[in-house]
């Protein structure tokens, strides 16, 4: 994968909760509002919003699309803007990581990341079968549904302790850290899942092959247990 030196997002103290976003919070749970996933949008948005009440910079968020071949020609209407292709795409975890990664193909997805000239990143993926984890995930949720949004923090246990506050409970008993990269999924009650990402100099990926098994199965056992 590359190494690109995506810039600081700076969160501007000032931002106003009705600035456009691509986000709407609905029962607990997010949905995009499709206006604001267009390129024209997202390439000029500062990834600086309102999730929950709580002013926040976004490291990334995931869309979901039925098939590959619809994903690819989302992110080739990305081109004309700058838009810079970072991950993939290709079939996620297997064909991005060298050594043996033991997650069931049902957690296996087609995925693609775009950096934005801003410095934020758009995943976007897709199920590799059907009756897989995220072909499930989109028949009860539809396409417009939020699957996470990774917020930028400086630490992620102290940020964990706020989102506690905010009834989000971790799916897994701690972050998991590989030295340039930690990360930790939380989800609240209505089954709405979060990301906190601390990114050290150097590291600009949306994931680390040595963290990869840990946080999708986490998210999985807790979907399979509810």
Known sequence: MKNLNLPTLKLDSNVDSHLDSPF?????LLEFNPKFIEPAFLTN???ETKLYGE???IDHFVITFPNRIELENYAESFRPFGAKI????????????????NIPSDLWLHLMTLLMPAGGLVVLDAPHATGDQKNRFQQERGLTAVHHVAIRVENVQNAATMWQNKNFQP????????????????QNAAGQIIELIERRPGNNATFDCKNIAGLRLSEYETMTND
Request: proline content about 7%; charged content about 15%; glycine content about 10%.
């Open 86 to 101: 970072v991950e993939g795409p290709d079939l996620f975890p297997i064909n991005f990581c060298t050594g043996n990664i």
């Open 45 to 47: 948005w500062a990834f």
């Open 55 to 57: 002013l926040v910079s």
């Open 24 to 28: 709407i919070e609905k029962n607990g």
């Open 171 to 186: 799916l897994s008993d701690r972050p998991l850290n590989y030295g340039s990269l930690t990360q930790w999924f939380l």
